[in-house]
């Protein structure tokens, strides 16, 4: 740095609010312990880290308090200041250092800037040992909760977090800042004294308070949710969603790509999708019932959800596909809590978030809810309107995530089956919503649902066990399902031979296909009707000549 610009610094630092945690104001008029230097270092350090900053300042030759320049003599020749940078990095791990050390001359004295540089993300600098930090102007050991935060950095940064620096207020749209607010305070309806206050505040001091402003500058969060479509340009990635709509074929039919700010997109995503009638007829009842297509709660939650937890710094779309009676959402990004049946059935916040400070946001205007029960809240929402499940396909190859909600009945059995069962955990009910839908369920899963009488058949076709199809009245379906006992199959393949004598296998499965449970697909019958035929023959019951399908099966003559 030059000298003007040196001078423009020391004034910014000299007018920064006395609270302000990573820059510190020292006389050291002649003198400054090693062991102070690095304690103030690994606290500034810290403190930048936390606060999102480029660097910490520890100054030199200013008096605290009044804030005013009184000069200083540490280190009065440069060689002596420039060896500080490696006796500090001795004590310091990791093993940083300066990033430069400035020094000034003005009328009032000679002022020292050091330059320090924030600590690594998921790595808290430590000096001999212990981490420090600031509560407010003073000096402690790092709290418990700084150094979890700093080191849960290492898993992810945040990448909404970060400044825009060429972003300003002008670049944000009123309208979005207007509906936010009205979000904010339908949010906190109930603190009267919080909404007095809100009534007061500026936009730039809402967006502080929604810490998307730090420091008079505005984060990438503040531009995503509330920037003007033209002001995108002033983010790293450009962030899209796209509304495709696809027909029966999967062939695109319309679409349309919106851009910022995302907190108008779910008002306009909803005048695109089309929202039909759909008409059942409950069991016990003569009467239809008339539900919409979709839940407008779970559209904007999905929605919302994928705008939250959106990989930004991959630059993809994310997409909302329109299929007939299914709705698509999907966004870039890892699922970062492992699994949904663990979010489920936790119903706790997430230790982790990709972008904290956007979710923040949007959790302070009610647009999602951070503490685990967003997506449980949508499992009992499609529950309860006898609708099947989301179905949440995670790839974590193409680090993709899919949340597919349906807006059509699958299977009317089944879901009255689930609804109607009052005893079925939620946990459960997931499960025979995949059954349902023809999904893998893993073993255990099974051996859970076997040992209480919801399901049989032999993987992957498992169907509704005669005890919940009774609770619907569906007994006829579940005998179709499960098909007739083994020992009728045999009954049939003897009287046949009795009938009509020696008989290729292609006609067993004329005879017998038919009468195989509708569960199983026309190459499962074909194995099964060869199966049958095989335990006959070692039960020493029928006897074949020749091999494979041209064989032909026989009664065992009578012994003599």
């Known amino acids: 740095m030059n000298v003007a610009e ?4 020391l004034d910014r630092l000299l007018a920064l609010p006395v609270e302000t945690e990573w820059v510190e104001f020292k006389e050291a008029k002649f003198d400054f312990g090693a062991n102070d230097l690095g304690q ?21 030759g200013v008096k605290d308090k009044p804030r005013q320049i009184v000069g200083s003599q540490f280190r009065n020749t440069a060689a002596s200041l420039q060896s500080l940078k490696q006796e500090v990095a001795r004590e310091l791990s990791p093993h940083l250092t300066f990033v430069e050390i400035f020094e000034l001359i003005r009328p009032e004295g000679r002022v020292l800037l050091f330059q320090i540089p924030p600590a690594p993300a998921g790595m808290p600098v430590s000096w001999k040992g ?25 898993l992810r940064e945040d990448w909404s977090a970060e400044l825009a620096p060429d972003a300003r207020m002008v670049d944000l749209d009123a309208e979005a800042l207007s509906l936010g607010r009205q979000k904010y305070r339908e949010k906190h309806e109930g603190n009267a004294r919080l909404l007095a206050e809100e009534a007061t505040w500026d936009d730039a001091k809402f967006l502080d308070k929604l810490k998307l402003r730090i420091n008079g500058q505005l984060t990438r969060a503040a531009l995503l949710l509330f920037g003007k479509d033209e002001a995108a340009g002033k983010l790293p990635a450009q962030p899209k969603i796209s ?49 919409p297509q979709y839940d407008n709660w779970v559209i904007r939650e999905a929605l919302h959800n994928c705008l939250a937890h959106q990989d930004y710094a991959m630059g993809g779309l994310v997409r909302v596909v329109e299929k007939p009676g299914e709705l698509i959402f999907s966004n870039l990004g890892n699922f970062i809590p492992g699994s949904v049946e663990q979010v489920i059935e936790e119903d706790v916040p997430p230790e982790e978030y990709r972008n904290r400070c956007l979710a923040d946001a949007m959790v302070e205007m009610k647009l999602i809810d951070t503490i685990g029960s967003g997506i449980r809240r949508m499992f009992m929402l499609q529950r309860n309107r006898f609708f099947p499940l989301p179905d949440y396909l995670i790839d974590r190859e193409r680090s993709r995530v899919e949340a597919h909600i349906a807006g059509r009945l699958i299977d009317e059995r089944y879901t009255f089956a689930l609804i109607r069962h009052a005893d079925l955990t939620l946990h459960e009910v997931i499960l025979l919503d995949r059954v349902q839908k023809r999904l893998d369920i893993s073993p255990d899963e099974v051996r859970m649902l076997r040992g209480k009488n919801l399901i049989e058949g032999r993987a992957p076709n498992f169907f509704v066990a005669a005890g919940v199809a009774a609770a619907v009245g569906d007994a006829a379906q579940y005998t179709r399902n499960k098909g007739l006992d083994k020992a009728f199959y045999k009954g049939l393949v003897i009287s046949h031979l009795k009938s009509f004598g020696p008989t290729r296998r292609k006609d067993f499965e004329r005879l017998l296909l038919p009468k195989l449970p509708e569960i199983l697909d026309d ?38």
């Open 523 to 560: 190459a499962q019958k074909v194995n099964q009707v060869r199966n049958l035929l095989q335990e006959m023959a070692r039960e020493k019951t029928i006897i074949s000549s020749g091999h494979g399908v041209g064989a032909i099966w026989a009664l065992v003559p009578p012994a003599e």
């Open 130 to 154: 212990l981490m420090y930090g600031r509560n407010g102007e003073s000096l402690v050991g790092l709290s418990i909760e700084k150094i979890e935060r700093i080191r849960r950095q290492a």
């Open 6 to 9: 040196l001078n423009a610094l």
């Open 40 to 60: 103030y270092f690994s606290a500034l350090s810290n403190e930048a880290n936390l606060h999102r900053q480029p660097c910490a300042w520890l100054v030199f």
């Open 243 to 291: 509304w495709i709509l696809k027909d029966a074929q999967g062939m695109d039919v319309d679409y349309q790509h919106f851009g910022l700010p995302l907190l108008k997109l779910p008002d306009a995503l909803f005048a695109r999708v089309r929202n039909l009638t759909v008409r059942y007829m409950p069991p016990g009842t003569l009467f239809p019932t008339e539900v």
